[in-house]
């Protein structure tokens, strides 16, 4: 599985350092950040879209269940309070955190947290993606999908007109992104893949990981991997990683969508 970008928020110095030394014995976390009131991880969240949060409950500002219901629903990362006061466990499931740590906490429990973590993650990636497919299937739109009638690009001194159903699949290279058409060609596009995206809408496409957006009509499946993760078969045998670097890009999933 790709790693988790992970959020650190604590009031106490010395639990945060703690926390941020046992969580660098697992390779499969990236630390993003850390806050040490209510307020700047709600910023912090916002802003940085983690995959994971480790929260204190009792902290200045707001606390820590403030916190998580402050956040949209649909994107929430996968929480898990760790606190010295196990009188917040009811509350902190209610909003439907991953898992509930008591301080003084050993490398065993935080490592089942992680797992859970991890567990849960990776259903909303898969879920969430499965949920745009069956969109598609249903005919149900969603409010915000829009699909132009053509694009346009600059590939190699020419000026090419595609239909969007053209475009199998798009991945990044440095400046450029390489264009996978039906037809089989290739063409390499100074642009990035973010203002690509913005013109082609997200009635039909999806981004997949951060370097890649996929055509949901050309995907014949969702293929396990070996470290519990999935792939997106497309029709031609392409093999696209399905992850999720970047948090809006699942929230667009959530939002579902339909192709005319």
Not at 3 to 12: F, G, M, P, Q
Not at 132 to 149: F, H, M, N, V, Y
Not at 150 to 175: C, H, S
């Amino acid at each position: 599985m790709s790693s988790l970008r992970t959020l650190i928020v604590d009031d106490e110095p010395l639990a945060r350092d703690r926390l941020r030394g046992m969580l660098r014995q697992d390779a499969t976390l990236e630390i993003i950040g850390e806050c040490g009131n209510g307020p700047d991880a709600i910023e912090a969240i916002r802003r940085d879209r983690p995959d994971l949060v480790f929260l204190d409950v009792q902290m200045p500002g707001c606390d820590g269940l403030k916190v998580v219901a402050s956040l949209d629903a649909k994107a929430r990362p996968a929480v898990v309070f760790v606190t010295a006061h196990e009188s917040f466990a009811v509350d902190a499931f209610a909003v439907d955190a991953v898992d509930y740590l008591l301080k003084p906490f050993d490398l065993e429990r935080l490592q089942a947290a992680i797992r859970r973590a991890r567990e849960h993650v990776r259903s909303a990636r898969v879920g969430a993606l499965g949920a745009q497919l069956e969109s598609l299937l249903t005919g149900k739109p969603a409010a915000t999908d829009r699909r132009p009638d053509r694009i346009t690009v600059k590939a190699d001194g020419r000026v090419v007109f595609l239909k969007p159903e053209e475009l199998v699949w798009v991945e990044a290279a440095d400046n450029y992104i390489v264009m996978h058409l039906a037809s089989g060609e290739r063409l390499v596009v100074r642009e990035t893949l973010s203002s690509l995206e913005e013109r082609i809408g997200t009635a039909s496409f999806a981004r997949v990981n951060r370097s890649a957006v996929v055509n949901l009509h050309q995907v014949r499946e969702l293929q396990p991997t070996l470290h519990g993760d999935y792939s997106v078969i497309l029709r031609d045998g392409t093999k696209v990683p399905l992850s999720r670097s970047l948090r809006g890009s699942i929230d667009r999933f959530m939002s579902g969508g339909q192709a005319s």
